[in-house]
């Protein structure tokens, strides 16, 4: 008799549960659509190392031996095709020679570094690691080579990914740049002047590098370990062997290290993987300016107080900025609700903006403050740049 009596809620309970069943195969199937690239990194816990290790390590071999399997040796391979001599354009030599002179052509090879980001084969590097490169070679700690495909690169930060199958591998832990301390011990691994895989060691000299001149979006690591030709791409690592970033450059008189040397850090170097990663492209967005720093004569000139902002040098004809109504001699003082005061911070903050999305400008015009909006568009891809001296 009792069991009759429950029959009803039993029923009752019975259809909740097979609803609920219902919508969680729906919710399931609405996710099962065509997917993209799957970025799967591996992160270590955002805490300063000088926490996390307590007091300084009598070796950093744990640390290397955590991230050297990680680091690959790059070597590519491209065709030049040079003109030929300028005296054959002379009648006389061509009258011996004819007019049928094929250009010459020669295999240009190159040697880089690079670091395994995921397990299944991605791989960052530098843009002017394989730059123009017909063929691109992996080589493993373990011996092991392989061919790798370029799935994306982005000249405006110097960072390209590559793809290599050479089934399940090691990824590195990605650290966190933005815990970096002077005085941090890090160390360089890569592949110097091809002899093989090589470890230097140092400390952060600096932080927020930028004006160098080696690429649009600047915020360089600055370390004296040694970083020589053939480290571009490779891996700067704290002493608990967790990537920090990537090594790009060195300021050097003679070609080798002086002991000045630059990476991306990975945080920047993380958003820009991942776009690339997904879509092959990196997305930014812009206003169509030029702006200069706000040095003291400038602020003295438009009466200011120096680092109020950046000013406004040259605006692109019917470009976002000037369709927003913004003038050159403007003093712009908050992009998108965020103070700004120097180069880099405007950039960058214009450029995170998703294009298409309308921002508040704040500015400073004739001494008077006003509000403007504008629309950011996807930013142009950069011109072609030639390879630079300082990039090891």
């Given at each position: 008799?009792?069991i ?6 039993i029923?009752?309970g ?7 069943g ?5 919710l399931l199937?609405?996710r099962s659509g065509?997917?993209?690239?799957k970025?799967?990194?591996?992160e ?17 071999a ?11 040796n790059i070597?590519?391979?491209k ?16 009258r011996f020679?004819g007019?049928a002179?094929?250009?010459q052509?020669?295999q240009?090879?190159s040697l880089g570094?690079?670091?395994?980001v995921?397990?299944?084969?991605y791989i ?10 017909d063929e ?5 700690q ?6 790798a495909r ?8 110097d960072?390209a990914i590559?793809k290599t199958?050479l ?5 590195m ?7 970096l ?7 360089a691994i890569g592949?110097?002047?091809g002899?093989g895989?090589?470890?230097?060691q ?6 927020g590098?930028?004006e ?20 571009s791409?490779g891996?700067l ?8 970033g ?8 003679s070609g ?5 040397g630059?990476?991306?850090p990975?945080?920047l170097?993380?958003?820009v ?15 169509g300016i ?5 040095t003291p004569?400038?602020a003295e000139s ?7 902002g ?7 004809r019917d ?19 965020a103070?700004?005061t120097t ?5 960058q903050?214009?450029?995170s903006q998703a294009?298409g ?19 950011v568009?996807?930013?142009p891809?950069?011109?072609?740049q030639q390879?630079d001296?300082?990039?090891?």
């Amino acid at each position: 008799m009792q069991i009759r009596k429950l029959l009803p809620y039993i029923g009752q309970g019975l259809l909740v549960g097979l609803a609920g069943g219902a919508i969680a195969v729906l919710l399931l199937w609405g996710r099962s659509g065509p997917q993209q690239a799957k970025v799967e990194f591996v992160e270590a816990p955002h805490a300063p190392m000088a926490q996390a290790q307590g007091a300084a390590p009598a070796s950093y071999a744990p640390a290397v031996k955590r991230a050297a399997p990680s680091v690959v040796n790059i070597h590519t391979s491209k065709t030049v095709t040079r003109a030929n001599h300028p005296l054959l354009d002379d009648p006389a030599f061509r009258r011996f020679f004819g007019d049928a002179l094929p250009p010459q052509q020669s295999q240009q090879t190159s040697l880089g570094s690079g670091v395994i980001v995921s397990a299944s084969g991605y791989i960052i590097t530098n843009n002017h690691v394989i730059d123009g490169a017909d063929e691109i070679d992996v080589g493993l700690q373990d011996g092991r080579h392989a061919s790798a495909r370029l799935v994306g690169t982005d000249p405006e930060t110097d960072i390209a990914i590559l793809k290599t199958d050479l089934g399940t591998l090691t990824p590195m832990v990605l650290g966190h740049s933005d815990l970096l301390q002077v005085g941090d011990v890090v160390l360089a691994i890569g592949d110097p002047f091809g002899v093989g895989q090589t470890v230097t060691q140092g400390i952060i000299s600096a932080t927020g590098r930028s004006e160098l001149g080696l690429s649009t979006f600047e915020n360089f690591i600055q370390t004296d370990a040694a970083i020589n030709p053939g480290n571009s791409g490779g891996a700067l690592v704290n002493a608990g062997g967790e990537l920090i970033g990537i090594n790009t450059a060195i300021f050097s008189r003679s070609g080798g290290s002086e002991g000045i040397g630059f990476a991306i850090p990975v945080n920047l170097a993380k958003d820009v993987m991942t776009q690339l990663i997904k879509s092959g492209q990196v997305t930014r967005s812009w206003l169509g300016i030029e702006i200069q720093e706000l040095t003291p004569p400038l602020a003295e000139s438009f009466g200011v107080p120096p680092g109020k902002g950046v000013v406004v040098a040259r605006i692109l004809r019917d470009g976002p900025a000037d369709k927003a109504g913004l003038e050159t001699g403007d003093i712009i003082t908050e992009v998108a609700g965020a103070a700004v005061t120097t180069l880099r911070d405007t950039l960058q903050k214009i450029a995170s903006q998703a294009p298409g999305k309308k921002i508040e400008l704040k500015v400073l015009r004739s001494g008077k403050s006003k509000t403007l909006t504008a629309t950011v568009t996807q930013r142009p891809k950069p011109e072609p740049q030639q390879q630079d001296s300082s990039r090891p």
